[in-house]
T-cell receptor, first 113, second 116 residues
Framework: AQSVTQPDIHITVSEGASLELRCNYS??????LFWYVQSPGQGLQLLLK??????LVQGIKGFEAEFKRSQSSFNLRKPSVHWSDAAEYFC???????????FGAGTRLTVKP | GAGVSQTPSNKVTEKGKYVELRCDPI?????LYWYRQSLGQGPEFLIY????????DSGLPNDRFFAVRPEGSVSTLKIQRTERGDSAVYLC??????????????FGPGTRLTVL
């Protein structure tokens, strides 16, 4: 069965600094990969997704993620973090052409002024 | 337009009681999903509807949990004989066609269920 690991429970970065959130997955084939953001009182919002093709995926709010098959990773990056990016971030995986999406435990991002 | 809505936003019940949680998907979305999010965890898939039928209910933890979508729009998640371990935020999502390669799931704000 597929699974997702987000090794960092909590990350703190300074506003304007770069950000990388780690995600590793376990699955026999290339799955569909997602990053979601959850702000307090808000529903989960999709940042970006990877299905096939170019391994560098651009998303909303200036985020990008890179699929690395050899490392079974799909890390999320942003070159310059804004205070409004403080939230919980979830990586998710789904089997090819399947809606059974599995989420990681999440990484909570704190942004220092 | 309106997003996915869920009612109630909070529900407190006693152990052993029956509860119903409602989800109103985005109008026109044929696919509807239920997830459960426990404290400090990511959402856990429960069930997926395509139209009126449950296309995948493999995530329902046991037979105390049941969900319906009788007219292919609103869905109700029903939990019988609630247990303290059922306490969580229950999330609903909908998507236009249910095709994972092209669809995006839009999530509601969730219902926080507390079982005393």
């Amino acid at each position: 069965a597929q699974s997702v690991t987000q090794p960092d429970i909590h990350i703190t970065v300074s506003e304007g600094a770069s950000l990388e959130l780690r995600c590793n997955y376990s699955y026999g084939a290339t799955p569909y990969l997602f990053w979601y953001v959850q702000s307090p009182g808000q529903g989960l919002q999709l940042l970006l997704k990877y299905f096939s093709g170019d391994t560098l995926v651009q998303g909303i709010k200036g985020f990008e993620a890179e699929f690395k098959r050899s490392q079974s990773s799909f890390n999320l990056r942003k070159p310059s973090v804004h205070w409004s990016d403080a939230a919980e971030y979830f990586c998710a995986v789904a089997p090819y052409n399947n809606n059974d999406m599995r989420f990681g435990a999440g990484t909570r991002l704190t942004v220092k002024p | 337009g309106a997003g996915v809505s869920q009612t109630p936003s909070n529900k407190v019940t006693e152990k052993g009681k029956y509860v119903e949680l409602r989800c109103d998907p985005i109008s026109g979305h044929t696919a509807l999903y239920w997830y459960r999010q426990s404290l400090g965890q990511g959402p856990e898939f429960l069930i997926y509807f395509q139209g009126t039928g449950a296309a995948d209910d493999s995530g329902l933890p046991n037979d105390r949990f049941f969900a319906v979508r009788p007219e292919g729009s609103v869905s109700t998640l029903k939990i019988q004989r609630t247990e303290r371990g059922d306490s969580a935020v229950y999330l609903c999502a909908s998507s236009l066609t249910g095709q994972p390669s092209t669809d995006t799931q839009y999530f509601g704000p969730g219902t926080r269920l507390t079982v005393l």
